[in-house]
T-cell receptor, first 115, second 113 residues
């Protein structure tokens, strides 16, 4: 079974702090994704990565950066957290969405609160 | 810009009813449409529909894809309280060698006993 883990389930930070959210997958997947999920807005893609050291902006990259130094690990960084970044953050991975039968597997999520 | 619209936004039914959830999309270089179920945790995969697989069925759940009209429906028959969840539709498109999913806002289904 594919396993995607996230470093924290709940996190509380203060405005202006630097925040690291870590995601690890154990299936040698090429693609990894960071989403945020907010009531009424659904899942929105922040960044994704299709290979080590490669990254692509999603729909809402502002205020975020990412790092993928190793294939299994994809980090989301909030350089200076703000209250509007309070949200549920979901990490996902997939082998390749181009292939029939492939899908995207999600981690358990990190609920981040910025005070 | 890729776009996925789900309707209705929420739905309340009684156990035993049949429900139909809708998903329409506009996406560049369509590859796949996925349905997920989300309870109070991360989304779990239900179906993937592609050009070569436009109908899927698993137990009481079934889904079809209409690539001409750019929509999909998810049907749930004989609903149970355990079907209460948010149902997410996502469409996979790609540019070059990369691929990503665009999600709809989800449909909240509540099944009353």
């Amino acid at each position: 079974d594919v396993k995607v883990t996230q470093s924290s389930r709940y996190l509380v930070k203060r405005t202006g702090e630097k925040v690291f959210l870590e995601c690890v997958q154990d299936m040698d997947h090429e693609n990894m994704f960071w989403y945020r999920q907010d009531p009424g807005l659904g899942l929105r893609l922040i960044y994704f990565s299709y290979d080590v050291k490669m990254k692509e902006k999603g729909d809402i990259p502002e205020g975020y950066s990412v790092s993928r130094e190793k294939k299994e690990r994809f980090s989301l960084i909030l350089e200076s957290a703000s209250t509007n970044q309070t949200s549920m953050y979901l990490c996902a991975s997939s082998l390749d969405l181009l292939l029939e039968g492939d899908t995207q597997y999600f981690g358990p999520g990190t609920r981040l609160t910025v005070l | 810009e890729d776009k996925v619209v789900q309707s209705p936004l929420s739905l309340v039914v009684h156990e035993g009813d049949t429900v139909t959830l809708n998903c329409s999309y506009e996406v560049t270089n369509f590859r796949s449409l996925l349905w997920y179920k989300q309870e109070k945790k991360a989304p779990t995969f239900l179906f993937m529909l592609t050009s070569s697989g436009i109908e899927k069925k698993s137990g009481r759940l079934s889904s079809i894809l209409d690539k001409k009209e750019l929509f999909s429906i998810l049907n749930i028959t004989a609903t149970q309280t355990g079907d209460s969840a948010v149902y997410l539709c996502a469409v996979g498109g790609y540019t070059g060698a990369n691929s990503k999913l665009t999600f709809g806002k989800g449909i909240t289904l509540s099944v009353r006993p």
